[in-house]
Every structure is written in structure tokens, then in C-alpha cells.
Nanobody, 125 residues
Framework: QVQLVESGGGSVQAGGSLRLSCATS????????MGWFRQAPGKEREGVAV???????RYADSVKGRFTFSKDNAKNTLYLQMNSLKPDDTAMYYC???????????????????WGQGTQVTVSS
């Protein structure tokens, strides 16, 4: 059983910040490509950022410079720090694991094997 438990979502005004957390296992955090995805009502689930087991990160253009994906191996927790939030960032955010150590340049949701239950982020203007 792969554990991915998100928390930290909430409501914030535009320009504000939130930090999402994804609690997982030591086995998962140290070996696999991990991702944050989001899905707004009526839209496809899209990749936000990924992190490899080495700690190397990649970001979607829409969040680059505003979001930071990090992990704390000692706490078995991944974080998504979101700054300068915009109403377009409103979505359900999901943590996911892909059963590869490398994330590569393409983060199709279909290639991720395990998903958390999601945490809602709402940004008001």
C-alpha cells in the first residue's frame, strides 16, 4: 500500500501564499519521481512540478518562479510552497508517484502510478 496524504490547502487572496504537504514513506521519497498535479473544475488534470529522487526539480511554465517543490527525507514529506498565488491557481492539488527514478521532460498524468486524495486550493481575487 503506497501512502500519499496531502494537506495544507485552503482559501487565500490573490498574492498570498500556501504550503502544501504530502506525507509518504521513506521507501517512496528516496527512490521515485514524485509530482504535484492540479485539476480545476471542468479541466484536465495537469502537472505542476516534479522532483526526482536526487532532488532535481522541474516546473510547469505557469508556476515557474512562484512555486517551489522540495522534500525532507528525514520527515518523509514533500512540500509545494506556493507564492504570489493567482485565481487561476484554484484547483484540487494532488501528490503522485511514478514508478521510475527519473521524471524526464514529459509528465503525463497517465504515467503516474499512485495518487493521494487531494487538497483544495482556492484563490480569490
Amino acid at each position: 500500500q503506497v501512502q500519499l496524504v496531502e494537506s495544507g490547502g485552503g482559501s487565500v487572496q490573490a498574492g498570498g501564499s500556501l504550503r502544501l504537504s504530502c506525507a509518504t514513506s521513506a521507501y517512496t521519497i528516496s527512490r521515485y519521481c514524485m509530482g504535484w498535479f492540479r485539476q480545476a473544475p471542468g479541466k484536465e488534470r495537469e502537472g505542476v512540478a516534479v522532483i526526482e529522487f536526487t532532488g532535481m526539480t522541474r516546473y510547469a511554465d505557469s508556476v515557474k518562479g512562484r512555486f517551489t517543490f522540495s522534500k525532507d527525507n528525514a520527515k518523509n514529506t514533500l512540500y509545494l510552497q506556493m507564492n504570489s498565488l493567482k485565481p487561476d491557481d484554484t484547483a484540487m492539488y494532488y501528490c503522485a508517484r511514478r514508478n521510475t527514478w527519473a521524471c524526464g521532460d514529459s509528465w503525463y498524468k497517465e504515467t503516474f502510478n499512485y495518487w493521494g486524495q487531494g487538497t483544495q486550493v482556492t484563490v480569490s481575487s
